[in-house]
C-alpha cells in the first residue's frame, strides 16, 4: 500500500479516530475524578548556632557567617529522613500511621551555598499537608537535641534548626492534575484511533478505488457511477437530459462515460451483445442495464434491453412496462419476438423484452440453441443489453455471458470484496466467457472514497436555458424529397421552432436543388424498407431547437410516425423471413409488431 491509502484511510476512519478521542478524555477524567487528591504545603527553617560562646576563642571560633552552621548541613539533610523523626510527628499529630509511610509523604531539600532547609509535606487536605510540614520541622529539632545535644534535653544543642515563619496554606491539589491528565488521555486516544484505522485500512478488502481495482484484477474499470439519491425511492431510472440541478445529472454523465467506452472499446468489432451481472444482488445491476439501455437509445442506435434474470425480473417494473409475457415465452415457443417485444416510453429507439413466465430450469432455458438464435437475432439490428443473474449465487449470468460479446460486471465500492470479484471473474473464465469491464457503482462524490473524477466542471455545460427567453414564431421550411430505393420520400412541411435569426427568412431560404446531393438521415436504412413496403411515406418533419436539429411530428401524424418506426424495426429483424417475404399485405407486421409500453 502506498502513503496516500493510508492518509485516504484515516479520512475513511475519522469517526472512528474522533470517538477514541472522546472515549480517552472521558477515561482520563473519570479516572482523575476518582483518585484521592494531594495537596502540598512548604515550610522553611534555618540552620544556626543557638548557644551564646562565652569567650574570645570561641567567638572566634563562630565567627560572623556561622561556620558551624554550614558544617551541619549535609548532616541535617540526611537525618531529616530519620524514622526517629516520623516517629515524633506521628506523636505529635497523632496519626494514624507508620513511620515508613508518614516519611514517603516529605521531601526535604537544600538552597545550594544556604544553610535554609525546605520541607514540603503532602496530605489529603490544604490543613494536613501544612501541619505536617510545621510539625515536621519540630520533629527535627527535638532529634537534633538527642543526637548531638551535649544532656540530650531540648536546647541542649549548640547548632539546631529555628523555624521560618507558618507554612503557606495550599489552594489546589498537585495530584491529580486534571489538564494533564485530559491532554494524555487525548493523545492516548489519538494513538489508538490512528492504530484502529491503519490497522482496518490494511486489512480492508473492499473494493475502494478503480486504480486499486485494476491493479488486483487486470480487468479495466470501464464506468464509475457515482452515489445519486433520488427524491422517489422507486425510481431507478435517472434522466438523461437532466439539467445540472437534478438528481441525476451525475449520473447519466457518468452513463454517457460508459457509453463512450462501450463503442470505443473494439472500434472494429464493438460489442452488440453486452450482459449485465455483478457478483452478488443488490450491486444495482439491473438499474445500471436500465440507465445504460436508455443512453445508448439517446445516442439514435436500436437497443434492445433483455430482463436475462428469470429468477427475479427487475426490468419491465422498472421501465413501467408488463411482464406477463417476454423472454421465456419465446424460449418454450409459446411466441415469437414481436408478439412480445416492446418499446418502452422512455424512447423511441429503446425496445424491451421482459422476463415472462419464470421456468422451471432457467439455466438450461438461457443455455439452449434458441437463446442464441435470438440473441443473433436481435443483435443483428440492434445494440442488445442483458440483465443476468448475479454471478456467484447461480450460473444464470455465466451461461448468458457466453451466448453473448461480454459482460459487464457491477460492483459496489465500499461493499464488495475483492474476493467476490475475484470468485466472479473466476466463474467467468470458466463458462469461457469475456469480462468487458468492471463497473464501480455508488461511489460517493465526497468523502474518503470519493472518485477523483469530480463533475463541477460542468458548470458551464449542464447550466438550464433561460426560463424567461421569449419563443420564437413557428417558420415553415420545405424539404425536399429524398430518393430511397426505388421510392421517393416526400417528406412533410417542416417546423422550425427557436430563434428567428437561426434561419433565413422563407424567401431566403436555400433549398437544395435536383443537382445538389443530400446527405442521407441516420435512419436512411428504415426509411428505406418502409418505403420498398409503402408506396408513399411521409417522413418526420425536421425541427430546430435552439441551434440543433431534431426530428418531430406533426400533431395530426403522430400514429403515422408510430407506424412507420415500428414496421421499419419490425422489417429489420424479420428480413430474412420467408413469410415476411410472400406475405406483403402487412399480416406479418402486425405479427411482429412490437407493442408501445
Known amino acids: 500500500m502506498e502513503l496516500r491509502d493510508y492518509a485516504r484511510g484515516l479520512r475513511r476512519h475519522w469517526l472512528a479516530i474522533l470517538m477514541m478521542i472522546i472515549v480517552g478524555v472521558g477515561v482520563a477524567f473519570g479516572w482523575a475524578k476518582l483518585q484521592t487528591p494531594l495537596y502540598e504545603a512548604a515550610a522553611s527553617g534555618v540552620i544556626k548556632t543557638v548557644a551564646v560562646p562565652t569567650g574570645p576563642q570561641e567567638q572566634s571560633l563562630f565567627g560572623t557567617n556561622d561556620t558551624a552552621a554550614q558544617n551541619k548541613v549535609a548532616a541535617y539533610l540526611d537525618l531529616a529522613g530519620y524514622r526517629e523523626v516520623a516517629q515524633n510527628v506521628i506523636t505529635d499529630l497523632n496519626l494514624n500511621t507508620t513511620p515508613e509511610q508518614l516519611v514517603n509523604l516529605v521531601t526535604?531539600?537544600?538552597?545550594?551555598?544556604?544553610?535554609?532547609?525546605?520541607?514540603?509535606?503532602?496530605?489529603?487536605?490544604?490543613?494536613?499537608?501544612?501541619?505536617?510540614?510545621?510539625?515536621?520541622?519540630?520533629?527535627?529539632?527535638?532529634t537534633i537535641d538527642k543526637v548531638y545535644g551535649t544532656t540530650g534535653q531540648p536546647g541542649s544543642a549548640a547548632v539546631n534548626i529555628t523555624p521560618v515563619g507558618s507554612a503557606s496554606l495550599p489552594t489546589s491539589p498537585v495530584f491529580p492534575d486534571l489538564r494533564t491528565a485530559l491532554l494524555v488521555g487525548a493523545v492516548i486516544g489519538l494513538g489508538f484511533g490512528v492504530g484502529f484505522a491503519l490497522m482496518r485500512t490494511a486489512s480492508d478488502r473492499r473494493v475502494r478505488a478503480a486504480d486499486e481495482v485494476e491493479k488486483k484484477t487486470d480487468v479495466a474499470v470501464v464506468g464509475t457511477i457515482p452515489l445519486s439519491k433520488q427524491d422517489d425511492s422507486e425510481m431507478r431510472l435517472f434522466d438523461p437530459a437532466a439539467g445540472r440541478q437534478g438528481p441525476g445529472f451525475a449520473v447519466a454523465e457518468a452513463m454517457r462515460t460508459l457509453r463512450t467506452n462501450l463503442q470505443f472499446m473494439d472500434v472494429d468489432n464493438p460489442p452488440r451483445t453486452i450482459v449485465v451481472t455483478s457478483p452478488l444482488p443488490g450491486d444495482g445491476k439491473s438499474t445500471i442495464a436500465c440507465n445504460l439501455a436508455l443512453t445508448l437509445a439517446e445516442n439514435?442506435?436500436?437497443?434492445?434491453?433483455?430482463?436475462?434474470?428469470?429468477?427475479?425480473?427487475?426490468?419491465?417494473?422498472?421501465?413501467?412496462l408488463s411482464s406477463s409475457a417476454g423472454l421465456s415465452d419465446i424460449l418454450a415457443g409459446r411466441a415469437?419476438?414481436?408478439?412480445?417485444?416492446?418499446?418502452?416510453p422512455q424512447s423511441e429507439n429503446l425496445y424491451v423484452l421482459a422476463a415472462g413466465s419464470v421456468p422451471p430450469n432457467p439455466s438450461e432455458v438461457l443455455g439452449s440453441a434458441r437463446m442464441k438464435a435470438v440473441l443473433e437475432e436481435?443483435?443483428?439490428?440492434?445494440?442488445?443489453?442483458?440483465?443476468?443473474?448475479?454471478?456467484?449465487?447461480v450460473t444464470d449470468g455465466a451461461v448468458l455471458t457466453h451466448q453473448a460479446d461480454g459482460a459487464l460486471i457491477v460492483v459496489s465500492v465500499g461493499?464488495?470484496?475483492?474476493?467476490?470479484?475475484?470468485?466472479?471473474?473466476?466463474?467467468?473464465?470458466?463458462?469461457?466467457?469475456?469480462?468487458?469491464?468492471?463497473?464501480?457503482n455508488k461511489v460517493p462524490l465526497k468523502g474518503a472514497d470519493?472518485?477523483?473524477y469530480s463533475y463541477e466542471y460542468r458548470r458551464q455545460y449542464g447550466a438550464d436555458p433561460v426560463a424567461d427567453e421569449a419563443a420564437a414564431p413557428p417558420i415553415p421550411v420545405r424539404i425536399p424529397s429524398v430518393t430511397a430505393g426505388s421510392r421517393s420520400i416526400t417528406p412533410a412541411p417542416a417546423i422550425l421552432v427557436g430563434d428567428p435569426a437561426l434561419a433565413a427568412p422563407p424567401e431566403q431560404a436555400s433549398i437544395p436543388t435536383a443537382q445538389e446531393p443530400v446527405a442521407a438521415v441516420p435512419a436512411s436504412k428504415k426509411q428505406a424498407v418502409a418505403a420498398?413496403?409503402?408506396?408513399?411515406?411521409?417522413?418526420?418533419?425536421?425541427?430546430?431547437?435552439?441551434?440543433s436539429l431534431h426530428l418531430v411530428a406533426p400533431a395530426d401524424a403522430s400514429d403515422a410516425d408510430e407506424n412507420i418506426g415500428l414496421s421499419a424495426?419490425?422489417?429489420?429483424?424479420?428480413?430474412?423471413?420467408?413469410?415476411n417475404a410472400t406475405d406483403a399485405s402487412g399480416t406479418t407486421a402486425r405479427r411482429h409488431r412490437a407493442r408501445r409500453g
Do not use: C
Open 108 to 142: 526535604v531539600t537544600n538552597p545550594p551555598g544556604t544553610t535554609v532547609l525546605r520541607i514540603v509535606a503532602q496530605g489529603s487536605s490544604p490543613a494536613s499537608a501544612r501541619a505536617l510540614a510545621e510539625a515536621w520541622i519540630r520533629g527535627m529539632v527535638k
Open 300 to 320: 439514435g442506435s436500436n437497443v434492445v434491453l433483455v430482463d436475462g434474470d428469470l429468477r427475479r425480473s427487475k426490468v419491465a417494473q422498472t421501465m413501467g
Open 336 to 344: 415469437d419476438i414481436g408478439d412480445v417485444l416492446q418499446r418502452a
Open 378 to 393: 436481435l443483435a443483428a439490428h440492434s445494440t442488445v443489453i442483458i440483465d443476468a443473474p448475479p454471478l456467484i449465487p
Open 415 to 440: 461493499k464488495t470484496t475483492y474476493d467476490l470479484v475475484e470468485k466472479a471473474l473466476d466463474t467467468l473464465r470458466k463458462a469461457r466467457g469475456r469480462a468487458l469491464g468492471i463497473v464501480l
Open 450 to 452: 470519493a472518485s477523483p
Open 532 to 547: 420498398s413496403k409503402n408506396a408513399e411515406t411521409e417522413a418526420p418533419p425536421v425541427a430546430a431547437v435552439a441551434g
Open 569 to 579: 424495426f419490425d422489417s429489420l429483424l424479420n428480413a430474412d423471413s420467408p413469410e
